[in-house]
């Protein structure tokens, strides 16, 4: 398995495109089983998420050509609507077929995706909306088996305990062809949730009110395939945004839109971090030691638990004591012990972290079994003094297109060393 090395120290400086969204990808992918015909995505990061999502597709008889950052789906009718453990296992996201095939297809098989390093993260508001709409779910040696016994999902009204985001694209989608109209409330209001309506409403799908907690979709006896550029990915931007700002330097981000990440914006700036909207993107600029913050991670438009890991470390170079509290995953804090090897001073307590900073980190090896927080150490090792090997970038790779190239060309001192295994 590969391996990142950072020296710390230089400046990251100059122009970053963001690359496609992956959680605006994956559901769109997934989508395009509810449709027949020839669909092409643009804008699609070139990630292993999306290789494993093409994986399924194809296991499933679905053609799919991956050229990032183009996909292009030949959705076709399939008759096994399967998502086998061995795919589901790679990636928690692949549940995200349950929704459209039980919608196209009255049945569908897919394996239970099981707790994950960041928490238990259970699909129940998933299966309950289902049910709600006609489903009859059975679960069968660690699979969710679904059949619609009338072969038609029916509209109803559903209350997610949950704004779950996947659980919400899912219901989206299987309402899309039941019949009559459905309301979700208490939905997830992510733009990534938003972006799946655009592309369902493409397809001939009556959506509305997504990016609010109230979604409404009226039923349709049939979908069109699409043509659809994804929208940049927030959560890469945010990544590199910290980046930025932790060595003291000055990247303008392209492609990005500012609504999506404007409490990111709002937390950086009360740090002491210049965010400013340009023509084009947002540039940021920035030099520690920061301003302590706290941050109480919550579902959107609050501050994101995807960017949790990233802020911690920004506030292990704060002047002064902030507190960092995790309320959407239970587990979601491996970053801690990896950061306080390389010298930073955090306690956890329950679901919060106290920091006290500033910290001098220092280079080591380190690693980590979650996406983000193996973000955070890469972010870790540009400003810590000596170098830090990230173990394992298996994670990185589901969710950072070529991140050893982007921080290269930024100026960062960091390259990836191919494992055996
Ligand atoms: N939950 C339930 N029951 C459910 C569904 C969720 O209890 O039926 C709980 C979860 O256990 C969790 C909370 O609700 O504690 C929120 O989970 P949610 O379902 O919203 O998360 P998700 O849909 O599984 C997506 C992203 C995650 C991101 C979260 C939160 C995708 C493919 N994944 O996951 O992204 O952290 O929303 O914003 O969209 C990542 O990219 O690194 C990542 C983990």
Do not use: W
Not at 366 to 379: G, I, K, P, Y
Request: glycine share 10%.
């Amino acid at each position: 398995m590969d391996n990142i090395k950072v020296r710390g120290g230089a400046p990251l400086r100059g122009t970053l495109k963001v690359s496609g969204a992956k959680n605006a990808a994956l559901p769109i992918l997934c989508s395009a089983l509810l449709a027949d015909g020839e669909h092409v995505f643009r804008n699609v990061p070139d990630l292993r998420d999306i290789e494993t999502t093409a994986q399924l597709l194809r296991h499933m008889g679905v053609g799919v050509d991956v050229d990032a950052p183009i996909v292009k789906i030949h959705g076709r009718p399939i008759e096994e609507p399967d998502a086998p453990y061995e795919l589901v296992k790679q990636m928690r996201a692949s549940v995200l077929v349950l929704g459209p095939l039980a919608a196209r297809y009255g049945k569908a098989r897919v394996s239970l995706p099981g707790g994950c390093a960041i928490g238990a993260r259970p699909i129940d508001q998933h299966l309950k909306g289902l049910e709600a709409m006609g489903a009859t779910i059975s679960l069968d040696h660690g699979y969710v088996d679904l059949v619609v016994p009338y072969g038609r999902l029916r509209g109803a009204d559903i209350h997610l305990d949950i704004p779950t985001v996947t659980g919400t694209e899912n219901l989206m989608c299987a309402a899309t062809l039941a019949k009559g109209r459905t309301r979700l409330s208490n939905a997830a209001r992510e733009p990534e949730v938003e972006e799946l309506a655009r592309v369902l409403n493409k397809m001939g799908a009556s959506v509305e009110g997504a990016g609010t907690d109230v979604i409404t979709i009226e039923g349709r006896e049939v979908l069109q395939p699409v043509d659809h550029a994804i929208i940049a990915d927030r959560i890469e931007a945010g990544t590199y945004m910290v980046g930025a700002a932790i060595t003291g330097g000055d990247v303008l981000l392209e492609g990005i839109t500012f609504d999506h990440i404007e409490v990111l914006c709002a937390k950086m700036r009360q740090a002491g971090i210049t965010v400013e909207r340009e023509a084009g993107g947002i540039r940021v600029v920035g030099k520690p030691p920061f301003k302590p913050v706290d941050v109480t991670t919550e579902p959107h438009p609050g501050f994101p638990t995807d960017m949790q890991a990233q802020f911690m470390l920004l506030m292990t170079l704060a002047a002064g004591g902030s507190v960092i509290t995790e309320t959407i995953f239970e587990n979601r804090f491996m970053h801690v012990p990896e950061l306080q090897r390389m010298g930073a001073r955090i306690d956890v307590r329950g679901r919060s972290a106290f920091l006290q900073g500033p910290s001098k980190l220092q280079g080591a090896r380190v690693m980590a079994t979650d996406l983000r927080a193996s973000a955070s150490l890469v972010l870790a090792g540009l400003v810590a003094r000596g170098e830090t090997e990230v173990l394992r970038v298996y994670h990185l790779d589901r969710g950072y297109e070529r991140i050893e190239a982007k921080l290269g060309a930024l100026g960062a001192d960091i390259e990836r060393v191919h494992g055996n295994a």
